[in-house]
């Protein structure tokens, strides 16, 4: 990339002035993130806490999460986003922070690693962590707690089967789209690199998500075992009923044609947690 292209945000090109300009897009510097992280002032949040659309958000933060990836050999492209490839990402965001409530650096610790800014292990999972989040600090009741698990579950489970048509959808094109590169003519090889690099990094955004979503499967069904044995009580059992459901519908992204985060491509660890939820402890059946 060179002086004269344009940086490219999410829908589009977007050229810097003014100091900006003259620092270039790769002179992010550490001492800056780190400056940016620990007063979070970089963090601009809307509805549900999901970032505002606005310059840092749309452009600045994806552009120095593509090249933040590249830094480190995974697939990322500047290419602009194909409304499926937008819609895609604007989903994934739910599966891809930590399910539990965070503090304030920690948030930013997982939007960043969401946006590739950082590594995903930059926060790491555990499965006893929600549980552990949604009794920190007292409670009014234990059914309150089982409500919230079933809740949150359920939530993510009506998400699941949106997010799996879009990604057929950026799947579909993606395999159009590597079929174009041997049918048009006068394809340069920077063309091709970066199109083959969208079709790979498309791929590992649903590899991770499905990855994330079992992982959440593993941290709700820990919450209702170990909260049963801590309190049990009757609303344990349609908590443990919406965790099941869930497992049920992570399948569908289990039949998308994408190779697993352990190809190689996408980096990170590989391995999310077994989705083992087939046995109730709570109630039969």
């Not at 922070?97 to 690693?113: C, N, T």
């Amino acid at each position: 990339m060179n002086g004269s292209n344009p940086i490219r945000g999410p829908r589009g090109p977007w050229r810097p002035t003014g100091a900006a300009a003259a620092a270039g897009p790769d002179r992010l510097r550490p001492a800056g993130l780190a400056l940016c992280l620990a007063l979070t002032g970089c963090v601009d949040r809307g509805d549900f806490g999901r970032p505002r659309p606005g310059f840092w958000n749309d452009a600045v933060l994806p552009v120095a999460g593509t090249h933040a990836a590249r830094s480190r050999g995974e697939p990322a492209s500047l290419l602009p986003l194909t409304d499926a490839e937008a819609e895609l990402r604007d989903r994934a965001w739910r599966f891809l922070m930590p399910a539990e409530p965070r503090g304030a650096v920690d948030d930013v610790l997982a939007d960043w690693a969401r946006a590739r800014v950082l590594p995903r292990d930059a926060v790491p999972f555990e499965r006893a962590a929600y549980l552990q989040a949604i009794t920190a600090g007292g409670f009014a009741s234990p059914a309150s707690r089982y409500r919230r698990i079933g809740e949150d579950a359920a939530a993510d489970a009506a998400l699941v089967a949106p997010f799996a048509a879009d990604a057929a959808i950026v799947l579909e094109a993606d395999r159009v789209r590597l079929r174009a590169l041997a049918a048009v003519p006068g394809v340069t090889e920077a063309e091709a690199a970066e199109a083959r690099a969208r079709v790979a990094e498309n791929r590992c955004l649903i590899a991770w998500v499905r990855a994330e979503t079992a992982r959440r499967v593993a941290g709700y069904a820990y919450a209702v075992e170990h909260a049963f044995l801590a309190m049990p009580q009757a609303e344990a059992v349609a908590a443990e009923r919406a965790v099941r459901s869930l497992a049920a519908q992570r399948r569908l992204l289990d039949a998308l044609p994408v190779a697993g985060e352990a190809g190689g491509l996408c980096g990170g660890d590989a391995a999310p947690p077994p989705v083992q939820v087939a046995r109730p402890v709570v109630a039969k059946g």
